[in-house]
T-cell receptor, first 113, second 110 residues
Framework: GAVVSQHPSWVICKSGTSVKIECRSL??????MFWYRQFPKQSLMLMAT?????????EQGVEKDKFLINHASLTLSTLTVTSAHPEDSSFYIC?????????FGPGTRLTVT | GIQVEQSPPDLILQEGANSTLRCNFS?????LQWFHQNPWGQLINLFY???GTKQNGRLSATTVATERYSLLYISSSQTTDSGVYFC????????????FGSGTRLLVRP
């Protein structure tokens, strides 16, 4: 149990375009999901908390207008990187709470050219 | 904010060797989890261990909450144990938000 999927697993886009990443809880419902970003050889940094049916809350320093989060159902949260630039290239990982722990998706590698 | 430090940062083992990874945290926490990130980036839950000791096969973990540290033991290491091991803590006031340590990068050689 507690499986989280992400789609796509990798994406390449041109600078200035927008990219949407999906995060799904496959066998449980998640009122709260989280989005993290991980640069090469670094740790995970929490970007935002995605709340089903309400606005996301963003960590300090994360631009809410650039990283749009929508949590429209109990099994799906989406992260849209708007007007992407090369510095947005990173590994984006979502997680969802099941029981006392958090379970992570496989990640999405975004490359902006 | 709370600081999470892991040691050692890098570790190379010969297959079959044992190792201990350490995680220190600077404040009281609600929760502590250990994860293994495989070479493809997937984070795998190893232990949810806010206190006490747990074992799962060749892996075990101990958290001493009063002294603010946790240890992850790997016995009889295998090449598939290679990857990065993270500990992550949840602050007492944070509603499940996890703060990750910098990780221990483990390479197990055949």
């Amino acid at each position: 149990g507690a499986v989280v999927s992400q789609h796509p697993s990798w994406v390449i886009c041109k600078s200035g375009t927008s990219v949407k990443i999906e995060c799904r809880s496959l066998d449980f419902q998640a009122t709260t999901m989280f989005w993290y970003r991980q640069f090469p050889k670094q740790s995970l940094m929490l970007m935002a908390t995605s709340n089903e049916g309400s606005k996301a809350t963003y960590e300090q320093g994360v631009e809410k207008d650039k990283f749009l989060i929508n949590h429209a159902s109990l099994t799906l949260s989406t992260l849209t990187v708007t007007s992407a630039h090369p510095e947005d290239s990173s590994f984006y990982i979502c997680s969802a709470i099941s029981g006392p722990g958090q379970y992570f998706g496989p990640g999405t590698r975004l490359t902006v050219t | 904010g709370i600081q999470v430090e892991q040691s050692p940062p890098d570790l190379i083992l010969q297959e079959g060797a044992n190792s201990t990874l350490r995680c220190n945290f600077s404040d009281s926490v609600n929760n502590l989890q250990w994860f293994h990130q495989n070479p493809w980036g997937q984070l795998i839950n190893l232990f949810y261990i806010p206190s006490g000791t747990k074992q799962n096969g060749r892996l075990s973990a101990t958290t001493v909450a009063t002294e603010r540290y946790s240890l992850l033991y790997i016995s009889s290491s295998q090449t598939t144990d290679s990857g990065v091991y993270f500990c992550a803590v949840e602050r007492k006031d944070s509603s499940y938000k996890l703060i990750f340590g910098s990780g221990t990068r483990l390479l197990v050689r055949p």
